[in-house]
């Protein structure tokens, strides 16, 4: 039936109509890669929240939640690395004095070349690319630059400055009160929600009587002060992680890493991802704490980009804070004598995963949009804009719809409404036509609709809608809560 068409352009416009998200300080013309989340999509998102957090939490009895500060003590920035080394090699253009990550640089020019058909010119550059970067090459990154002609989006000019490195951390002061060093007020706003867990590593294992394998998960904002951020909610400067940090025994890393690959694919799956829209794409350089690292790629509507990171790191993170806290951050296997093998005190190994919230509802929101077409019975063209998004995590699960604003009909919706709220979100509506608020339902992707009208006085019953389908059935108003709370379980 339907006609499809999946625009992304469009897709931010909905996006920004119906309540889902806004440009930040919109008011006073924006400020460029920071958003807010309306009324819907705050929900949305907490909703994915939520569902990440149930799946890490309660469904693994291994695997606690925890909720550290954005603020950490500057020490931990220079013990996890991230002082000396989370920068990215950029290039500035001379004549627009525009700044440019070489890799998204390199990477929008493969992206140009493929939608002219130039697939064999895209993999090249971008081969060449990887094998640059991780060599740290950067002469040979402004070569592979100029010698393809990649010019500036702002000046169309290929007038490149050499490749340098930049940190992508924000810094900030801290306290009222000026330090002798001004160095010793600044703090970090920080750009992982790892690092807060490495340093609770001891105070959750004991408190929590934790017994290697076991995780440690966290929800919470991180900043980067990323050069060029595009894409809309793709890339920020203040985002959303989900992480996951597995602490493992020496030696057994591997293994967990390739359990966890497979086991968050599988949960994407599970959040109506199709499996052919979600690939790995192993790192070929590695973060300055990775012995193996891959990416979750998802086909995002401008192509195959980073949706979560799985990454094998080492004992590294708890090695390096033992080192700068000179504190002892090490875990005591009980089981070393079952298994006879040599363990006792040791700083485990680490198996993460990383999903930016963000992203991944950016993949659900471009997932579930969709334009569709069709002629009706009598011959007439219809149309609606819809948002498929899974019944369990859709922002509001039904819309109460009394068909007129009178006859006792609203008081019968509102009895429905106080008994569903509890259970579910709802919304009551009584203006407009029923077709116009329909429609207003599949654009903001509310997957039920219950309508009263008089028959609902005679016998009870009323009207269910589905969203996807359009079909309608008349059910039991008794019926209504045990049905949709079956559709979200
Ligand atoms: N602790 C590991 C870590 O931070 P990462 O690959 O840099 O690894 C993990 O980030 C995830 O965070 C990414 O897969 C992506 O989903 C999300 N992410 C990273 N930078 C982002 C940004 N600027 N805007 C939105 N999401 C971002």
Redesign the pocket.
């Known amino acids: 039936m339907a006609n499809e068409a999946n625009n992304f352009q469009e897709l931010i416009s909905h996006c920004k109509e119906y309540g889902y998200i806004f440009q930040s300080s919109e008011i006073y013309d924006g400020l460029a890669a920071v958003y807010d989340y309306g009324q819907n999509g705050a929900q949305l998102k907490k909703n994915i929240r939520d569902y990440w957090w149930k799946s890490m939490t309660q469904l693994h009895d291994n695997i606690v939640g925890i909720d550290a500060a954005i603020f950490m003590h500057p020490t931990t920035w220079k013990a996890s690395g991230h002082v000396d080394n989370f920068s990215d090699p950029m290039i500035d253009n001379k004549d627009s004095n525009k700044r440019y990550r070489v890799d998204h640089l390199i990477e929008g020019f493969a992206d140009e070349q493929r939608t002219t058909g130039n697939d064999k010119l895209a993999d090249e550059v971008l081969a060449s690319m990887d094998a640059l970067l991780a060599k740290d090459d950067y002469a040979g990154l402004k070569k592979l630059i100029e010698d393809n002609n990649i010019k500036c989006a702002v000046s169309k000019t290929a007038n490149w400055t050499d490749v340098r490195q930049f940190n992508l951390m924000f810094k900030t002061e801290f306290g009222a009160v000026a330090a002798d060093n001004p160095d010793d007020n600044i703090v970090y706003l920080r750009p992982?929600t790892?690092q807060g867990i490495f340093v609770n590593f001891l105070n959750v294992q004991k408190t929590g009587r934790m017994k290697i394998p076991f995780g440690i998960a966290q929800t919470g904002k991180?900043f980067?002060n990323?050069i060029v951020?595009r894409q809309f909610i793709?890339?920020?400067?203040e985002?959303e992680?989900m992480?996951m940090q597995f602490f493992v025994r020496p030696g057994t890393q591997m293994e967990w890493y390739n359990f966890w690959s497979a086991e968050r694919k599988k949960w994407h799956e599970s959040l109506g991802i199709p499996a052919g829209k979600l690939r790995f794409h192993d790192h070929v350089k590695l973060a300055h704490y990775a012995d193996a690292a891959l990416?979750i790629e998802f086909e995002f509507p401008f192509g195959w980009k980073?949706?979560?990171?799985i990454?094998s790191r080492t004992d590294f993170d708890l090695k390096q804070h033992q080192e700068f806290s000179k504190k002892k951050i090490q875990y005591f296997d009980n089981d070393l004598k079952e298994d006879g093998k040599p363990y006792g005190n040791y700083i485990p190994y680490v198996v993460?995963t990383?999903?930016?919230l963000?992203?991944l509802f950016l993949t659900i929101i471009s997932l579930a949009y969709a334009e569709e077409k069709w002629t009706k019975e009598d011959g007439t063209e219809d149309s609606r804009v819809v948002l498929k998004i899974p019944a369990k995590i859709a922002p509001t699960k039904l819309a109460i719809l009394p068909l007129l604003k009178k006859d006792g009909l609203p008081e019968i919706a509102r009895e429905l409404m106080n008994d569903c709220k509890n259970s579910f979100m709802c919304f009551y509506e009584e203006k407009d036509a029923i077709g116009k608020r329909y429609r207003r339902m599949d654009a903001i992707g509310t997957p039920f609709c219950v309508t009263i009208d008089h028959q609902t006085k005679e016998d009870n019953t009323v009207t269910i809608r589905y969203r996807d389908t359009m079909t309608q059935e008349r059910i039991a108003i008794s019926e209504v809560k045990n049905l949709v709370l079956e559709k979200i379980s």
């Open positions: 992982e790892a991180a980067r990323e951020a793709f890339r920020m400067r985002f992680q992480e990416d980073e949706l979560e990171g990454h993460e990383s999903v930016g963000d992203r």
